[in-house]
């Protein structure tokens, strides 16, 4: 018998979700400061909009379901879930208002990308997006990275129990400190340190290759917080080809890498323990697979000879496949040319990259190295019961921080999130097709929305039909928040439905 | 009347000369250059647009990214030529309106497999300007109302809570 949910039920999520939406707002005033500062009137007044409208929401929720309760596990999924969709909701307000987006459908897709760290864009005009906004489009990318709540419980509330359950409600089932709000915090410490020494080093290296300093110093924080959390905006419309500069390359790609690690791995480095990292089974796996789907995209590139240099096919081949793998986005080539001059095996190679994604914990998405470590595992495993004799004890092991022994309901958890991800990726194609878009686009595009990847082959355009937006909006909220508090509030609005 | 018959020969012969030697005097749009870039690969091409962003100066040559309203490319261009572009397209200024003749590369070699336009010349078909940013009323208006319910809202919170 499903039960149907209670006042307190609603009580709880209500309060909880309106305190998220008061910190939503709050993180509206930087832009609004930036835009102040670079004289952009309209732009401040856009934030100012957005921000009130959020600071009335939040403090009416917070009032009318004014609770001193904690959360139980289903609330906190459900906090989660709503507070995400609210997230896109009201920041995308102020995108809105500015004219460079043609629906406020397009103005949710870019801030659901953006949250969800995916980096579709449907922004028009983007080479004439004031600094305001254009900061906005990269800091939403930096929190969702972080995780919304993650963000709302570090600064704007003050030691609460219920913060665990909305950790892993986003997707963090890993503390890399006994506490969750310490957890956060050095989550935030290690994001903040990188900011400034990337902005640093990009800034520089934008001034030394003909930027204006502001420009380069703007666009080396921007990039920094879209690469490192893995998201994939950039402040101009040709993305990194912008740049022209491998420098800028080589740098990006180092970021895109430190994103997709697990921030335990970051902890471990920070504390000394360099070992960890060519221990650890996600480290493994991830330099597995890039050197396997490497290869695949090279025989590829190769069948079909676009790139007339073996150094030329390596600069570009091996851009778009990290950017793919770690779930980033950015790109040195046209979307166009993925169709016109990869070739089917070359995208079939860039596909599983953009499927398998990063580190667990880390700011990537995708199926991630950890589930795929324990499924190939679970595989040695019983390859061996078949080999070895049948009284033979078969036990496998796998470093993750610690020796761990492979258990049942560690593998049970790995294909149930594994299967889910496969089924998002193929609804997601499924509609493209009904769209009328060829198979390999619309399945391109459908693992790179599910899988918070945000290369494009061509189909994420202003133009492309309302039904695909809303399905690419779904698949980059579920994808970001792993599914279970997705599934807990479609079971919770079944409850208010048909409970008892 | 010879000599008028000789320079009607010459440039009769230079314009098929040009058009034989895969020139598209033309104007070509970015989308079309890129949806069909195996086909413009390695020819002359003529591409309008604004300039945008900054012009990034790299020793005797700078990158101009020029963007139709489609898409941007990046203009691989003389120092000095780049030199005459005095506006670039961003939030408070629209760009310089340029006319490239070039040779466009779909992978080029000499820069990492960009796709690009190696200019032979520009020109400035009307000159960028700071566009002058006007006070949105409306905006302006909409945020004292939300302010004011804002405050009202505050009123409403603290007499609840002294209750």
Not at chain 2, 36 to 58: F, H, T
Request: net charge positive; glycine share 10%; charged share 15%.
């Amino acid at each position: 018998m499903i039960l149907k949910p209670q006042l307190q039920d609603l009580k709880n999520i209500g309060y909880y979700s309106g305190r998220i939406i008061v910190g939503i707002s709050m993180t509206m005033l930087v832009p609004m400061v930036v835009g102040l500062l670079f004289a952009e009137i309209n732009p401040a007044l856009d934030f100012l909009i957005g921000a009130e409208i959020a600071l009335f929401i939040g403090l009416i929720l917070t009032k009318l379901c004014f609770t001193k309760k904690d959360l139980n596990w289903m609330q906190g999924m459900i906090v989660v879930s709503l507070s995400w969709l609210a997230a896109m909701l009201l920041a995308a307000i102020p995108l809105y208002l500015s004219g460079h987006w043609g629906s406020y459908l397009d103005a949710c897709f870019e801030t659901m990308s953006g949250f969800a760290t995916t980096g579709l864009t449907l922004a028009q005009d983007l080479d004439h997006l004031s600094y305001a906004h254009n900061l906005w489009r990269h800091l939403i990318m930096f929190i969702g990275g972080q995780g919304i709540v993650v963000v709302a419980a570090s600064f704007f509330m003050k030691g609460f129990s219920g913060a665990f359950k909305m950790y892993v409600g986003e997707a963090r089932d890993e503390r890399v400190l006994p506490n969750v709000i310490h957890t956060s915090r050095f989550i935030w410490l290690v994001s903040i340190v990188y900011l400034i020494l990337s902005t640093l080093v990009l800034g520089t290296l934008g001034i030394a290759n003909g930027m204006k300093p502001v420009n380069a110093f703007f666009h080396g924080a921007c990039i920094f917080m879209a690469a490192f959390d893995t998201g994939g905006f950039t402040p101009q419309s040709q993305n990194i080809l912008y740049y022209h500069s491998l420098a800028f390359e080589v740098i990006t790609i180092v970021i895109m890498l430190l994103g997709a690690m697990n921030f335990n791995l970051h902890y471990r480095i920070w504390t000394g323990d360099r070992r960890e990292i060519w221990k650890n089974i996600e480290t493994r796996t991830l330099c597995i697979t890039i050197l396997l789907t490497f290869l695949i995209v090279v025989i590829g590139l190769n069948q079909v000879g676009s790139y007339p240099r073996a150094l030329i096919m390596f600069r570009k081949g091996f851009y778009q496949l990290i950017s793919g793998h770690t779930g980033t986005g950015y790109a040195t080539i046209y979307a166009r040319q993925f169709i016109d001059e990869w070739g089917n095996l070359a995208l079939v190679g860039l596909i599983i990259a953009m499927a398998l994604g990063g580190g667990t914990c880390s700011t990537a998405g995708g199926i991630k190295m950890l589930r795929l470590g324990i499924i190939a595992k679970t595989l040695k495993q019983d390859l061996k019961r078949i080999i070895l004799p049948e009284r033979a004890i078969v036990e496998q092991r796998l470093h993750h921080l610690k020796e761990i022994f492979l258990e049942d309901k560690q593998v049970r958890a790995a294909l149930l999130i594994t299967v889910s991800y496969l089924a998002l990726y193929g609804i997601g194609t499924l509609v493209g097709v009904f769209y009328g878009y060829p198979f390999l686009n619309s399945l391109f595009e459908s693992t790179s929305a599910a899988a918070n990847v945000g290369l494009s082959c061509g189909i994420t355009t202003p133009g492309m039909p309302v039904g695909l937006k809303l399905t690419y909006i779904v698949q980059m909220w579920a994808g970001r928040l792993e599914f279970m508090s997705v599934f807990t509030l479609i079971g919770f609005f079944m409850a208010v439905i048909k409970g008892k | 009347m010879r000599r008028a018959i000789s320079l009607f020969i010459v440039s009769l012969s230079n314009l098929i000369f040009i058009c034989g030697a895969d020139c598209f005097a033309q104007q070509i749009s970015s989308t079309e250059l890129i949806n069909n870039a195996k086909g413009y690969d390695g020819k002359s091409v003529v591409y309008v647009g604004e300039a945008v962003g900054d012009v990034m100066v790299r020793g005797d040559f700078a990158w101009v990214n020029v963007n139709d309203g489609e898409n941007a490319i990046g203009v691989w261009v003389n120092k000095e030529l780049a030199g005459e572009i005095r506006f670039t397209g961003s939030y408070q200024t629209k760009g310089d309106q340029l006319e490239i003749t070039g040779v466009f590369q779909r992978n080029c070699i000499q820069h990492g497999g960009d796709m690009d336009i190696h200019a032979q010349g520009i020109r400035k078909i009307s000159p960028g300007r700071v566009v002058g940013e006007e006070l949105d009323t409306s905006k302006r208006n909409f945020v004292f109302i939300l302010l004011v319910v804002l405050c009202l809202v505050f009123v409403f919170v603290r007499r609840r809570k002294s209750k």
